[in-house]
């Protein structure tokens, strides 16, 4: 059995790499942490052992509250059960030889995503296979060898945002290669399923300002539980909990006598997005992935 790893990755993320602090790595960025008080050097005071480095301090805070938004927005009416539609096929008895061969994948709207497990092809005989993806116009070579009474099996690793991801397998030779239930060559296993985060990403705009909010109070909780010795962090535990307790009312820790406001701005900020994501619902997905009977509401949990 011949087996391929594809070298086929998911697009990066839209909604990723649109937040920095000045000065760090000489990059710019739409939005910066220091509008909220966190600077390079303010962040290096901060990091602690667990975090290395300033840079890396921010960068996972970053990523961290990402996470953390998705997590907490909610969209109701989603269909959760995914799978929209099944492409998967099998192998029959027939027999076919040399010939070009496609199979195609296509999503419905731009909050699917194609699940793809594998392809395969079966060689009777001695075939030369060679084996295209074409994923939004953009073609990638995934084999181009010989088999031999084998089976050739192409894995994926990932989730793709493509609209059309098409297969072509060119067989040339003598031998023959299997043919699948539904006319072709190329067994797959592969369906398409819907992402709320393909949503919350395209609407990244949207989310912005929640994102930064949780990150800059993930960066200042991380002191109050630092290992490292500062002025900053002995001499200013008070303000930087309070600080905290603004940006993020799930991190407060104050004695509730103390404490500034009953939601942080992170909190609002995600009842504000869900108000906009929810009328994008109505018009643009109700045919396509939701349920527009009950659309997205917002349930975060403030303590």
Same mark, same amino acid.
């Given at each position: 059995?011949?087996?391929?790893?594809?070298?086929?990755?998911?697009p990066?993320?839209?909604?990723?790499?649109v937040?920095?602090v000045?000065g760090?790595?000489?990059?710019?960025?739409?939005?910066?942490?220091d509008t909220l008080?966190?600077?390079?050097p303010?962040?290096a005071?901060?990091a602690d052992?667990?975090s290395?480095?300033a840079?890396?301090?921010?960068?996972?805070?970053?990523?961290?509250?990402?996470?953390?938004?998705?997590?907490?927005?909610?969209?109701?009416g989603?269909?959760?059960?995914?799978?929209?539609?099944?492409?998967?096929?099998?192998?029959?008895?027939g027999?076919?030889?040399?010939?070009?061969y496609?199979?195609d994948?296509?999503?419905?709207?731009?909050?699917?995503?194609i699940?793809?497990?594998?392809?395969?092809?079966a #060689?009777?005989? *001695?075939?030369?296979?060679? !084996? &295209?993806?074409?994923? $939004?116009g953009? %073609?990638?070579?995934?084999?181009n060898? =010989?088999?031999?009474?084998?089976?050739?099996?192409?894995?994926f690793?990932a989730?793709?945002p493509?609209?059309r991801?098409y297969?072509? #397998?060119?067989i *040339?030779?003598?031998?023959? !290669? &299997?043919?699948?239930s $539904?006319?072709g %060559?190329?067994?797959?296993?592969?369906? =398409?399923?819907?992402?709320?985060?393909?949503?919350?990403?395209?609407?990244?705009a949207?989310?912005?300002?929640?994102?930064?909010?949780? #990150?800059?109070? *993930?960066?200042?909780?991380?002191?109050?539980f630092?290992?490292?010795?500062?002025?900053?962090?002995?001499?200013?535990?008070?303000?930087?909990a309070?600080?905290v307790?603004?940006?993020?009312?799930?991190?407060?820790?104050l004695?509730?006598?103390?404490?500034?406001?009953?939601?942080?701005?992170?909190?609002?900020?995600?009842?504000?997005?869900?108000?906009?994501?929810?009328?994008?619902?109505?018009?643009?997905?109700?045919?396509?992935?939701?349920?527009?009977?009950?659309?997205?509401?917002?349930?975060?949990?403030?303590?």
């Open positions: 059995m011949a087996v391929v790893e594809s070298t086929i990755s998911a990066v993320n839209a909604c990723r790499d937040i920095g000045r760090m790595c000489n990059k710019t960025y739409p939005y910066y942490l008080g966190i600077s390079l303010k962040a005071k901060l052992s667990a290395v480095n840079k890396t301090l921010i960068e996972e805070a970053i990523d961290s509250a990402w996470g953390d938004v998705f997590g907490d927005l909610r969209a109701d989603f269909k959760v059960n995914g799978v929209q539609k099944d492409y998967s096929n099998k192998f029959t008895t027999q076919v030889g040399a010939g070009t496609g199979f994948i296509a999503r419905a709207c731009d909050i699917e995503q699940n793809l497990t594998n392809i395969q092809i #060689a009777t005989g *001695t075939v030369n296979a060679n !084996v &295209t993806l074409n994923a $939004d953009i %073609v990638t070579t995934l084999y060898d =010989t088999l031999t009474d084998e089976v050739l099996t192409i894995n690793d989730s793709y493509y609209d991801m297969f072509t #397998a060119v *040339t030779g003598d031998g023959t !290669v &299997t043919q699948t $539904d006319g %060559v190329i067994k797959s296993t592969v369906f =398409t399923e819907c992402s709320e985060r393909l949503l919350y990403c395209k609407y990244w949207y989310l912005v300002k929640a994102v930064m909010y949780k #990150a800059a109070a *993930t960066i200042l909780n991380a002191s109050l630092s290992d490292r010795y500062n002025d900053m962090i002995v001499y200013k535990g008070d303000q930087i309070t600080r307790a603004q940006l993020d009312s799930s991190l407060n820790l004695p509730a006598e103390q404490r500034v406001n009953a939601k942080g701005l992170y909190q609002l900020e995600i009842e504000k997005a869900n108000d906009r994501l929810k009328e994008i619902v109505k018009q643009s997905y109700c045919s396509c992935c939701f349920e527009c009977d009950n659309v997205i509401s917002s349930r975060i949990s403030i303590p």
